[in-house]
């Protein structure tokens, strides 16, 4: 009898085993000019919430590489005691569509909280993009990857703070933009901005994102220009550009910056040698200049805000009516690319389930809390992009012709 009771308690404390939670990992490469909203969408899908860098502790919304970890049960995501890991690496958007597509082995944070970062190695589960894959280095197969719009991203040609001749310039032209992207040189007379026949012994260089990047692939696309492009390296030390010698980043996507984050520290260097203008996403321009955008300049005699004039602070109200509406072409749609479920069942080392993954994008591309479209409604007046039940016009590529 004893022993029967003995037999029956041990299998009931057997069963009463606590299950152990499971934490689920989620990968995402790609744009580092969307990493701003990224970052902040992603971060409103945690109930609870831990975040780290790559050594100071937090993550914030600028950093290029960052994991969130916690429990998401409010958003569906994880139940009980589950948690999901967000680790992110923004490389540029064509290297996350590469990456992805090429099951690529990129180097994550696996946590970066208390500022002790530890590292994993693993394949993307999505990419963001600026751009839709097809004029890029990699097309997708759209047999197995989907390509989904979630936003708009606005880009911007801003001016350098070095003192002189460049800080007359307001305005870039489609035809000087084809010019800065087809000389020989990589770089054009002043006179050619000015109209001024004294300003023609000192040069003008364009500063360049690597091939790696949707913004190049946008810019490129605008002019709609075919054919090589000269690459110009800053040296800070000797105040002035001279023609890229080397990568910046990885060999396959040749010579250029790999972040929007680089161009912008080149741009604000205020130094005599340094004429050149640049371009950036909407974000990353807020940093250059003395003042919030600054140093922004007009595409084709249009600004993408509204009530905006050139070297002062922007308005307190980052009203995007010029895009929206047509007037303002320099933009691209920004997009989400993942693989399909056939396309899914080869990434061995992905944890999270195809219905997983599935429900995390519909989060982020939704409009409830945790969407893009939410944390750009909600981000206030100074926002950097634009929800797409905004637009007004619409384009069939990137860089194709606008229409109502």
Excluded at 26 to 33: K, P, Q
Excluded at 118 to 134: E, I, P
Excluded at 150 to 159: E, G, H, I, K, N
């Amino acid at each position: 009898m004893k022993k029967t009771m003995f037999l029956s308690l041990a299998l009931g404390l057997a069963t009463a085993a606590p299950v152990m939670a499971v934490n689920y990992d989620l990968y995402i490469s790609g744009s580092t000019a969307f990493r701003v909203n990224a970052h902040d969408a992603c971060g409103k899908l945690f109930d609870t919430i831990q975040t780290g860098n790559n050594g100071t502790g937090a993550a914030a919304s600028s950093d290029s590489r960052w994991t969130m970890t916690g429990t998401c049960v409010n958003s569906g995501l994880t139940s009980g005691s589950d948690t999901l890991t967000i680790h992110a690496l923004w490389t540029g958007s064509v290297q996350g569509l590469s990456a992805m597509l090429n099951k690529d082995q990129l180097v994550f944070l696996a946590s970066g909280a208390n500022g002790n970062p530890t590292l994993v190695t693993n394949s993307s589960s999505l990419a963001f993009s600026d751009v839709f894959s097809s004029p890029t280095l990699d097309p997708l197969p759209s047999g197995s990857f989907t390509e989904t719009k979630v936003a708009v991203q606005p880009f911007v040609f801003v001016r350098s703070k070095g003192p002189g001749g460049v800080q007359s310039i307001n305005n870039v032209t489609w035809q000087q933009l084809n010019t800065l992207l087809g000389a020989s040189g990589g770089s054009a007379p002043l006179s050619y901005f000015t109209g001024n026949q004294n300003d023609h012994g000192t040069n003008i260089y364009l500063v360049h994102r690597s091939l790696d990047s949707g913004t190049r692939v946008t810019t490129v696309q605008e002019a709609q220009y075919v054919g090589s492009i000269l690459v110009n390296y800053y040296d800070s030390v000797g105040d002035a550009y001279s023609p890229a010698t080397t990568n910046m980043g990885p060999a396959a996507f040749g010579p250029g910056y790999v972040g929007g984050g680089d161009v912008k520290t080149v741009l604000n260097f205020a130094n005599p040698g340094n004429q050149a203008i640049g371009y950036l996403s909407f974000a990353d321009a807020k940093g250059v200049g003395p003042a919030n955008w600054a140093n922004m300049l007009a595409f084709n005699g249009q600004y993408p805000i509204l009530n905006y004039t050139n070297g002062i602070t922007a308005p307190t109200t980052n009203d995007f009516q010029p895009v929206y509406t047509g007037k303002y072409s320099f933009w691209a749609f920004e997009i989400i690319a993942s693989p399909k479920t056939g396309q899914w069942g080869t990434y061995t080392d992905q944890n999270l389930s195809f219905s997983q993954l599935t429900a995390i994008i519909n989060k982020l591309k939704g409009t409830g809390v945790g969407s893009i479209d939410n944390e750009i409604a909600n981000s206030g007046s100074a926002r950097t992009a634009i929800r797409l039940s905004e637009m007004q016009v619409s384009r069939p590529a990137v860089g194709g012709v606008i229409s109502p």
